[in-house]
């Protein structure tokens, strides 16, 4: 099956400090990576969509300087909270959809628990 | 806009009953994909089933089985004879041509041994 990597999966640091948090697909070339945003006990909020190649398209709502996203390859997407605060504390999610086969199903990474101190 | 709705919070259930769960979507697509994932405790999120809305057979994959009715648009989620590790949160998602997911709120499925 497709398998989808995310590191850290739990990080802790200081306000004022940047977080880069990873996202890879091990198995197949994703087309396009997503970052979602759950806080506790709620669902998953779509931030922004990732293209290989191309700048993300953010959700409305979302601040692109302060959550910086680079997809530098087909089986890699990166996203940087800059500058983090208290309230940036949150589980970040990533999927990945493929290029062949069922190109419509996402793949999830196993998220990353941000705290901010 | 899309928009999926999961009414139940919570389900507990004693270990070999089944459980459905629902989920209603609204959306203007005439093309969109429908899904069903599971967020276990651990919090990654566990891709289950996927149905496309040209697709309305409903079938039955081990203990897992759906009942999509585009009258009704509705696509629930059956769990036959539920074990303790189906425990988990279990998300309701739609998306369409740009491939966005718009979850449900997720129901929190409870087994009890």
């Known amino acids: 099956g497709a398998v989808v990597s995310q590191h850290p999966s739990r990080v802790i640091c200081k306000s004022g400090t940047s977080v880069k948090i990873e996202c890879r697909s091990l198995?197949?070339?994703?087309?396009?990576m997503f970052w979602y945003r759950q806080f506790p006990k709620q669902s998953l909020m779509l931030m922004a969509t990732?293209?290989?190649?191309?700048?993300?398209?953010?959700e409305q709502g979302v601040e692109k300087d302060k959550f910086l996203i680079n997809h530098a390859s087909l089986t890699l997407s990166t996203l940087t909270v800059t500058s983090a605060h208290p309230e940036d504390s949150s589980f970040y999610i990533c999927?990945?959809?493929?290029?062949?086969?069922?190109?419509?199903?996402?793949?999830f990474g196993a998220g990353t628990r941000l705290s901010v101190l | 806009a899309q928009k999926v709705t999961q009414a139940q919070t919570e389900i507990s259930v004693v270990e070999k009953e089944d459980v459905t769960l629902d989920c209603v979507y609204e959306?203007?697509?005439?093309?969109?994909?429908l899904f069903w994932y599971k967020q276990p405790p651990s919090g990654e999120l566990v891709f289950l089933i996927r149905?496309?809305?040209?697709?309305?057979q409903n079938e039955i994959s081990g203990r897992y089985s759906w009942n999509f009715q585009k009258s009704t648009s509705s696509f629930n989620f059956t769990i036959t004879a539920s074990q303790v590790v189906d425990s988990a949160v279990y998300f309701c998602?739609?998306?369409?041509?740009?491939?966005?997911?718009?979850f449900g709120a997720g129901t929190t499925v409870t087994v009890r041994a």
């Open positions: 990732s293209n290989e190649g191309s700048k993300a398209t953010y």
């Open positions: 998602a739609l998306s369409s041509n740009d491939y966005k997911l718009s």
């Open positions: 198995d197949f070339q994703a087309t396009t």
């Open positions: 149905r496309n809305s040209f697709d309305e």
């Open positions: 959306t203007r697509d005439t093309t969109y994909y």
């Open positions: 999927s990945a959809r493929g290029v062949t086969g069922l190109r419509d199903i996402q793949y």
